[in-house]
T-cell receptor
Framework: AQKVTQAQTEISVVEKEDVTLDCVYE???????LFWYKQPPSGELVFLIR??????QNEISGRYSWNFQKSTSSFNFTITASQVVDSAVYFC?????????????FGTGTKLQVIP | DAGITQSPRHKVTETGTPVTLRCHQT?????MYWYRQDPGHGLRLIHY???????DKGEVSDGYSVSRSKTEDFLLTLESATSSQTSVYFC????????????FGQGTRLTVV
């Protein structure tokens, strides 16, 4: 069974600090995808990034970067120079086949508070 | 924005009454999902659908049923609502394929009193 663990329940940082959100996953499949979503205080869920299981290159998008390591089954998310607008709950998710059909499993989320 | 709407957005109901939440999409995506969001539990999958009349259970399906008679609609029914089903419910849609991201509705806040 697939599982996603986000051990950090809540993190508080002061604006302009860097912060890393951890995500550890479990799967038996060799083909799978990992995702990060953001849920700001307004409540909607917004897609941030996807990564497939065969691509371990790190990705950077502005102040955001993602570090995927299959050896440790981790897909961590770093925000550089955090801003108040980054305050949100962040979810890591795993997509794999289950009997041939695609389930998406989410972690419990990490609530990030950026203090001005 | 992906065309996905949930109704109602808010509902208060009494214990023991049936409740149906609706998810409607205009994207013609194959996959539709119902999740519930609770503090400390994140998003938990209730049921999902991979086509018309094709559904399967998620990790917290007890007390819930679903139906998908048309591609665009995915209904979640609480046959006899309980206080433990007080939650925020999200519907999501995805195109077929491992690499496709999910698009979420705005959520339905359900309170069972």
């Amino acid at each position: 069974a697939q599982k996603v663990t986000q051990a950090q329940t809540e993190i508080s940082v002061v604006e302009k600090e860097d912060v890393t959100l951890d995500c550890v996953y479990e799967t038996r499949d060799t083909t799978y995808y990992l995702f990060w979503y953001k849920q700001p205080p307004s409540g909607e869920l917004v897609f941030l990034i996807r990564r497939n299981s065969f691509d371990e290159q790190n990705e950077i998008s502005g102040r955001y970067s993602w570090n995927f390591q299959k050896s440790t089954s981790s897909f961590n998310f770093t925000i550089t120079a955090s801003q108040v607008v980054d305050s949100a709950v962040y979810f890591c998710a795993l997509s794999e086949a289950s009997g041939g059909y695609q389930k998406v499993t989410f972690g419990t989320g990490t609530k990030l508070q950026v203090i001005p | 924005d992906a065309g996905i709407t949930q109704s109602p957005r808010h509902k208060v109901t009494e214990t023991g009454t049936p409740v149906t939440l609706r998810c409607h999409q205009t994207e013609n995506h194959r996959y539709m999902y119902w999740y519930r969001q609770d503090p400390g539990h994140g998003l938990r999958l209730i049921h999902y659908s991979y086509g018309v009349k094709d559904t399967d259970k998620g990790e917290v399906s007890d007390g819930y049923s679903v139906s998908r008679s048309k591609t665009e609609d995915f209904l979640l029914t609480l046959e006899s609502a309980t206080s433990s089903q007080t939650s925020v419910y999200f519907c999501a849609i995805r195109e077929d394929g491992y690499n496709t991201e999910a698009f979420f509705g705005q959520g339905t806040r359900l309170t069972v009193v």
